[in-house]
């Protein structure tokens, strides 16, 4: 070092003495007051913000993405390009290497001028770290799979949720309204007697939990197929519990659905001059009650409900099931618990839902609808209703 630098340095150290800051209490002082400072904001942070709860642990949830905390992410990351056999190299060796590079860096760059310029050596080594650091933090965060969405939020949307689960789920064999009876119409379990599971005896002494199990795993040797993902069914664990907390506010007359979820799942109810359209009542209805069968690989006559095209234009009797303006339409017919028979006296089609008539008040909405030509959208009924008034 340079003697005059050498100077200059003890000169600013003198200066610094003379002016008498002590580090007791001077400074101590001084760190007291900014540590005081953070530990309220921590309390207020903690007392007031909180931290966002995971979901408790689920050994069933086979779509949970652990992560560590975001300030191990780097080390993580860096796990995935070390194979697995030698993963103590990765986990152990290479960080404690590293470690022991920064420990070793004050000896390796002895270089005494404190201009960043001048101590290229040390700034090198450190940079890479950092930067290696925050790269593969970085790294980390993009590549983490995105957790399975929320499906559904608000109660009114888990109910509307849980009913259509319900609907495609569940109605061929325990019907629309759980009520049970005989099965028809599913392979192995034809003419199996099906109790009610929306019953108070089944309904009441179920707790949410023990119906959320039963859907998961299943009865399978009475024949109640298992649904969870981990079982090999197709529903998620939100799913489920959707679909209970719908049968749960459905069928169950002690708990009472918040009124702003209650209009998700029910049919509107058709005022005496009112013309139904698909997009307000036929499309609940059909997801209610026929969507369960009419849906792609059922044994439905080809015939799908998933859409208002489908309504119109699939099926084996296509040109038959919806003909505006007439009773006769097959569907009708079907829905009025007749069955229809083609020219050799031979049944082609069972009444519909071939389980359990709908209500009268249901059949009437889809009669109105079909008389009124089948309008899609709740506009296009609203144009006829005007022009009928007229
Ligand atoms: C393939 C037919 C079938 C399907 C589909 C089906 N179940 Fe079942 N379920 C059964 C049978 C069979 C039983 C056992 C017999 C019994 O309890 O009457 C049963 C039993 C149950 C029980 C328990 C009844 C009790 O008290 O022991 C519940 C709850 C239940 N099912 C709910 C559902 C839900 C919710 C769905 C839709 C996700 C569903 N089931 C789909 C056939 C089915
Ligand atoms: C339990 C299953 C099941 C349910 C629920 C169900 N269907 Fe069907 N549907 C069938 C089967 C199976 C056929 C094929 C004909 C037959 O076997 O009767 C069929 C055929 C039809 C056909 C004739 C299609 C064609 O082109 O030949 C119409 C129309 C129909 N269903 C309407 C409905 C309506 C409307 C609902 C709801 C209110 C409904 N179905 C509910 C099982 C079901």
Same mark, same amino acid.
């Given at each position: 070092m340079?003697?005059?630098?050498?100077k200059?340095?003890k000169r600013?150290?003198e200066?610094?003495?003379?002016?008498?800051?002590?580090?007791w209490?001077?400074?101590?002082?001084?760190?007291?007051?900014?540590?005081?400072?953070?530990?309220?904001?921590?309390?207020g942070?903690a007392?007031?913000?909180?931290?966002? @709860?995971?979901?408790?642990?689920?050994?069933?949830?086979a779509s949970?993405v652990?992560?560590?905390?975001w300030?191990?992410?780097?080390?993580f990351?860096?796990?995935?390009?070390?194979?697995?056999?030698i993963?103590?190299i990765?986990?152990?060796v290479?960080p404690?290497?590293?470690?022991?590079?920064?420990?070793?860096?004050?000896f390796?760059?002895r270089?005494?001028?404190?201009?960043?310029?001048?101590?290229?050596?040390?700034?090198?080594?450190?940079?890479?770290?950092?930067?290696? &650091?925050?790269?593969?933090?970085v790294r980390s965060?993009l590549?983490t799979p995105?957790?399975?969405?929320?499906?559904a939020?608000?109660i009114?949307?888990?109910?509307a949720?849980?009913?259509d689960l319900y609907?495609?789920?569940?109605?061929?064999?325990?019907?629309?309204?759980?009520?049970g009876?005989? +099965?028809a119409g599913v392979?192995?379990?034809e003419?199996?007697?099906?109790?009610?599971?929306?019953?108070?005896?089944?309904?009441?002494?179920?707790?949410d939990e023990?119906?959320?199990?039963?859907?998961?795993? =299943? *009865? *399978?040797?009475q024949?109640?197929?298992?649904?969870?993902?981990?079982?090999?069914?197709?529903?998620?664990?939100?799913e489920?519990?959707?679909l209970?907390?719908?049968?749960?506010y459905?069928w169950?007359?002690?708990?009472?659905l918040p009124?702003d979820?209650a209009?998700a799942g029910?049919i509107p109810e058709l005022s005496?001059e009112?013309?139904?359209?698909y997009? @307000?009542?036929?499309?609940?209805?059909?997801?209610?009650y026929?969507?369960?069968c009419?849906?792609?690989?059922?044994e #439905? #006559?080809n015939?799908?409900? =998933?859409?208002?095209?489908?309504?119109?234009?699939s099926?084996?009797?296509a040109d038959h #099931?919806l003909?505006p303006?007439?009773?006769?339409s097959?569907? +009708?017919l079907?829905? #009025?618990?007749q069955?229809?028979l083609d020219?050799n006296?031979?049944e082609?089609? *069972?009444r519909?839902?071939?389980t359990?008539?709908m209500?009268?008040e249901?059949?009437?909405i889809?009669?109105?609808w079909?008389?009124n030509? &089948?309008?899609?959208?709740?506009?296009?009924a609203?144009?006829?209703?005007?022009q009928?008034q007229?």
């Amino acid at each position: 070092m340079k003697e005059e630098q050498k100077k200059a340095y003890k000169r600013k150290y003198e200066q610094a003495k003379r002016k008498g800051v002590k580090f007791w209490p001077d400074i101590i002082y001084k760190d007291l007051l900014v540590s005081f400072g953070i530990f309220i904001l921590l309390v207020g942070l903690a007392a007031f913000v909180g931290v966002a @709860v995971e979901p408790k642990a689920d050994p069933s949830d086979a779509s949970y993405v652990p992560r560590p905390e975001w300030y191990f992410l780097f080390l993580f990351e860096f796990l995935k390009f070390v194979p697995g056999k030698i993963e103590w190299i990765g986990t152990f060796v290479l960080p404690v290497l590293v470690i022991l590079v920064l420990f070793a860096l004050p000896f390796l760059d002895r270089n005494p001028l404190r201009h960043w310029k001048n101590r290229l050596t040390g700034i090198s080594i450190m940079g890479v770290v950092v930067l290696g &650091m925050v790269g593969l933090t970085v790294r980390s965060v993009l590549t983490t799979p995105k957790k399975e969405e929320a499906v559904a939020s608000t109660i009114q949307e888990k109910y509307a949720l849980g009913e259509d689960l319900y609907s495609v789920n569940c109605v061929e064999c325990h019907g629309p309204d759980g009520e049970g009876g005989v +099965i028809a119409g599913v392979e192995g379990l034809e003419g199996v007697d099906l109790k009610s599971i929306s019953s108070r005896d089944e309904i009441y002494t179920r707790s949410d939990e023990t119906l959320a199990a039963i859907i998961d795993y =299943g *009865q *399978q040797d009475q024949g109640m197929p298992p649904f969870g993902l981990a079982y090999g069914g197709e529903l998620k664990k939100s799913e489920i519990d959707a679909l209970v907390m719908y049968m749960r506010y459905t069928w169950d007359d002690r708990v009472e659905l918040p009124s702003d979820a209650a209009s998700a799942g029910a049919i509107p109810e058709l005022s005496a001059e009112e013309i139904p359209s698909y997009e @307000v009542h036929i499309s609940r209805l059909a997801k209610r009650y026929c969507i369960s069968c009419h849906r792609p690989g059922k044994e #439905n #006559n080809n015939y799908l409900m =998933g859409s208002y095209q489908e309504m119109l234009t699939s099926g084996d009797n296509a040109d038959h #099931n919806l003909i505006p303006g007439d009773l006769d339409s097959y569907l +009708i017919l079907a829905i #009025n618990g007749q069955s229809i028979l083609d020219e050799n006296g031979e049944e082609i089609i *069972q009444r519909m839902p071939p389980t359990k008539m709908m209500k009268e008040e249901y059949i009437h909405i889809f009669e109105v609808w079909v008389l009124n030509g &089948m309008p899609e959208t709740a506009s296009d009924a609203e144009a006829l209703t005007v022009q009928g008034q007229e």
